[in-house]
């Protein structure tokens, strides 16, 4: 079946490059999702990407896509301590087909 | 205020005792979802529904059941048949992308 892999942690210092990295093994994947979780909240959705994309940049998020090697990063610029969080790579066929998560990637910032 | 609302966000449920988690929503989305989470196991699916009066059995659907006799609404219930209910639940809703209310943790007690 799917399977969706990320790293579990990540360790930057405030105002250095974070860069979060997923796989996935579906090849009928079409959007690629990822989402930010505060402690004790629900899932934010940061950005997603279509699967004919390479890259999608917005404000400090930039989303890269290796669709050969099937590859998602996140690259959050300027990292500050509110970024510290769970970040889930997704991947669905199709926007409305149900989602298949990564186990989370903690970033932790530190001043 | 247009979103997803999740209701309670806390629910402590005896052994034994079926208990049902409230999911609203106001965006005109077909689509809704019921995830559970658990720590370090990401968010698996329990039932989705992509319309009215009609819904799908997910990853993990042994132990709850669903309904969705409005758009807006797809409740959640827990039944005493899940042998491990404590987790934090979230639900979701999509028109083009899926987006999610801020969650219930249920306890078991």
């Known amino acids: 079946g799917e399977d969706v892999e990320q790293s579990l942690f990540l360790s930057v210092r405030e105002g250095d490059s974070s860069v979060i990295n997923c796989t996935y093994t579906d090849s009928s994947s079409t959007y690629l999702y990822w989402y930010k979780q505060e402690p004790g909240a629900g899932l934010q959705l940061l950005t997603y990407i279509f699967s004919n994309m390479d890259m999608k940049q917005d404000q400090r998020l930039t989303v890269l896509l290796n669709k050969k090697d099937k590859h998602l990063s996140l690259r959050i610029a300027d990292t500050q301590t509110g970024d510290s969080a769970i970040y889930f790579c997704?991947?669905?066929?199709?926007?409305?087909?149900?989602?298949?998560f990564g186990k989370g990637t903690m970033l932790l910032v530190s001043p | 205020d247009g979103g997803i609302t999740q209701s309670p966000k806390y629910l402590f449920r005896k052994e034994g005792q079926n208990v049902t988690l409230s999911c609203e929503q106001n965006l005109n989305h077909d689509a809704m979802y019921w995830y559970r989470q658990d720590p370090g196991q990401g968010l698996r699916l329990i039932y989705y529904?992509?319309?009215?009066?009609?819904?799908q059995k997910g990853d993990i659907a042994e132990g709850y059941s669903v309904s969705r006799e409005k758009k807006e609404s797809f409740p959640l219930t827990v039944t005493s048949a899940q042998k491990n209910p404590t987790a934090f639940y979230l639900c979701?809703?999509?028109?083009?992308?899926?987006?999610f209310g801020e969650g219930s943790w249920l306890t078991v007690v």
């Open positions: 979701g809703s999509a028109g083009n992308t899926i987006y």
């Open positions: 997704a991947e669905s066929p199709s926007g409305y087909s149900t989602l298949t």
């Open positions: 529904s992509q319309i009215v009066n009609d819904f």
